[in-house]
């Protein structure tokens, strides 16, 4: 009986333990049902991305970069196609240096090229593919491919690279391009569409380049690869082609251009030239000039030195930032403002005895013995400083600032250029805003002679003098200037015009403006012009106005050119428009450090309007490099000659030389 008892207790527990081993094994079952439910249908799309992801590769494709071009469609900026060798930081696994030499051997990898790459891998991140040489020759790239499976992380590309043909000539408009920095990185990724930069290496830095780059760069593509478990492309899936950047169609004329850089030889300046009637900037000359192609795949070291430590300063743009005392040239908009505010009238004359006396203080005339009986029409043609001596002092500084301001003195321009300097167009709010002490804000009267002539606190920019000069020209009628004409699709060719309508209208009478005008034109044909002997012969009647200014001041001492130093010696400028009946070109012009504006800076002018109006080009004898302007220095001075960009000018107070012209 007991044994019958055990047997059933003993076939209880078994049974108990199928049951729950079987109860175990559905709960397993469920568990991996429940699993396989969870994976293959509710997690389905997920897993399907992640695997899609480990399979698929988004490569994005960098858009083609706009051209850029002249008025007449000369390229100014172009694209082309080359082979770089390129290294993975993050995919190396041996020593760098160790590597190169290893690479060295197949391909010509130069000291500088070294230095560059190392640039490169502080400036940007381990996983980017950094380029260690660039344009690489067929037998190059057969050499390495030979010996790739030698190099994990180390591959060949297909780069766009950026040319300018012109190379120096017009530099300072067009700018260029640069690998993106990690600054530019981080600028990068706080704009709204920095997805459009993924893949793309480079950006622009300066000029036109960085003005419109969004313009120019495009849109970003992208492509949809497969790839194999080593991380080889195997085909394409799908593919959304990049919309290249639009073109820019600039208003310069290249040819033109050149015709005045050449002129400018190896003098220190500045020349921008505009169409009165629409803002299009003709001519935007800054000299010296550089080339851009240096700085597009990362300028070497002693170039990037010698540009930064010329005494010549190449790389400031001039008539963009470089600040200038107008000289004479300010004359014109002077008598103007007398005219429109009733202070003279064109017949009221002045008896001229070489100076003016104020305070004490003696304002000399540029002739000894002065010009005699001196009305409003002469004081332009011969430039009689002590007509504006007078007048300034009658006008008063603030009159003179409310006047000048519409004109554009002293104010940006809004050009499509970045950096634009103001310049300054002195009142006495201003001198009340710049100095802290009160001493130094009270305005004198003694300050307001100085600016009858351009001198004193008045510095602007040649971009300012020549919007001046074509707002007169155009009788009033303000036109912003700019250097972009339109913006071109590249595909359909359709254009976009970037010219705007006339900004506003300063309310002049037109006799006034005739008058300015005419007397202008008597300083280029006129016998006792101070720019007759630049403009003798020209075919095209024009007006215009030389000037000299001061850059630093004399202390009541003689200035005598040939005993002083280079920088400190007088700018030279010119303002002028032609064809004096319907004007289609203004500009202004200063030459640094050389002197007289009738002997260094009309002639330049001569040969813009003479190519301008006529395309005539300067003889082949005068197409050698003019001198520099230390012709007059002694051999001890030319050592010491320093760049003179003529941030101020001389001092108020301190002009006791008259301008001569």
Not at 52 to 73: F, K, Q, T
Not at 422 to 440: C, D, F, H, I, N
């Amino acid at each position: 009986m007991n044994e019958l008892k055990n047997t059933e207790r003993e076939l209880y527990f078994f049974r108990m333990r199928l049951i729950f081993i079987g109860i175990f094994v559905f709960a397993c079952f469920i568990a991996l049902v429940s699993r396989f439910v969870w994976l293959q249908i509710v997690k389905h799309d997920d897993y399907v991305l992640l695997a899609d992801e480990n399979r698929i590769d988004i490569v994005p494709v960098v858009p083609n970069r706009g051209l850029i071009l002249d008025r007449h469609g000369v390229i100014l900026a172009r694209n082309y196609s080359a082979y770089t060798l390129e290294i993975t930081p993050s995919k190396i696994t041996q020593d760098m240096d160790v590597l190169i030499d290893q690479l060295a051997d197949l391909v010509d990898i130069q000291p500088k090229h070294r230095k560059r790459f190392r640039k490169l891998l502080e400036d940007s991140k381990s996983f980017e593919s950094l380029p260690i040489r660039t344009r690489l020759t067929d037998e190059e790239v057969a050499r390495f491919t030979a010996q790739r499976f030698r190099f994990p992380g180390v591959d060949i590309q297909a780069r766009l690279f950026r040319q300018y043909p012109q190379g120096d000539i017009a530099s300072h408009v067009i700018g260029y391009i640069g690998r993106i920095s990690q600054k530019d990185a981080e600028m990068i990724d706080d704009m709204e569409d920095a997805a459009n930069y993924n893949g793309t290496d480079y950006i622009g830095k300066e000029g036109l380049e960085k003005s419109y780059e969004k313009i120019l760069h495009g849109n970003t593509g992208f492509e949809e690869v497969e790839v194999s478990a080593g991380g080889r492309a195997v085909r394409t899936l799908s593919r959304t082609p990049p919309t290249s950047g639009k073109n820019l169609i600039l208003s310069i004329d290249i040819e033109l251009q050149k015709v005045i850089e050449e002129a400018f030889g190896e003098r220190r300046g500045a020349l921008v030239a505009i169409e009165p009637e629409t803002g299009d900037v003709l001519a935007f000359v800054s000299k010296p000039t550089y080339d851009p192609n240096l700085f597009v795949e990362g300028i070497d070291q002693q170039s990037w030195t010698e540009l930064n430590t010329s005494e010549d300063r190449p790389l400031l743009n001039r008539p963009l930032s470089g600040s200038y005392p107008p000289g004479s040239t300010y004359k014109p908009y002077m008598a103007l403002a007398a005219l429109e505010l009733g202070k003279r009238t064109p017949q009221q004359a002045i008896a001229d005895q070489g100076f003016f006396m104020f305070g004490g203080h003696r304002f000399n005339d540029d002739k000894p013995g002065g010009h005699g009986m001196v009305d409003m029409y002469k004081s332009i043609v011969v430039s009689c400083d002590p007509y504006y001596y007078i007048l300034a002092n009658d006008l008063g500084v603030d009159a003179i600032h409310d006047f000048m301001k519409p004109f554009g003195f002293g104010q940006k321009t809004g050009i499509d250029l970045e950096h634009e300097k103001q310049g300054v167009l002195p009142s006495t709010a201003w001198k009340r805003s710049v100095y802290k002490k009160a001493a130094q804000q009270k305005w004198y009267a003694g300050e307001t002679i100085s600016l009858g002539i351009g001198q004193g606190y008045n510095t602007f920019t040649p971009l300012q003098m020549a919007h001046a000069m074509a707002t007169l020209a155009n009788n009033g009628i303000v036109m912003k200037p700019h250097l972009v004409k339109s913006t071109e699709d590249p595909q359909t060719r359709a254009r976009t015009l970037t010219v705007p309508k006339e900004s506003y209208r300063i309310p002049l009478k037109q006799e006034n403006i005739d008058f300015i005008k005419n007397a202008m034109i008597g300083v280029t044909s006129v016998a006792g012009g101070t720019g007759v002997r630049a403009f003798a012969g020209a075919e095209y009647v024009s007006g215009g106005k030389t000037g000299t200014a001061q850059v630093v001041g004399l202390n009541g001492g003689k200035y005598d050119a040939r005993h002083t130093l280079e920088k400190h010696r007088d700018n030279a400028l010119y303002i002028a428009f032609a064809p004096a009946d319907k004007p289609k070109i203004a500009l202004a012009l200063v030459v640094e450090n050389v002197g007289f504006g009738s002997e260094f800076a009309a002639p330049i002018a001569r040969k813009a309007l003479d190519y301008y109006l006529l395309g005539k080009r300067p003889a082949e004898k005068d197409k050698s490099p003019a001198p520099k302007s230390d012709v007059l220095a002694t051999k001890a001075e030319s050592e010491v000659r320093a760049d003179a960009d003529s941030e101020g000018g001389p001092k108020p107070g301190e002009q006791t030389k008259g301008n001569k012209d």
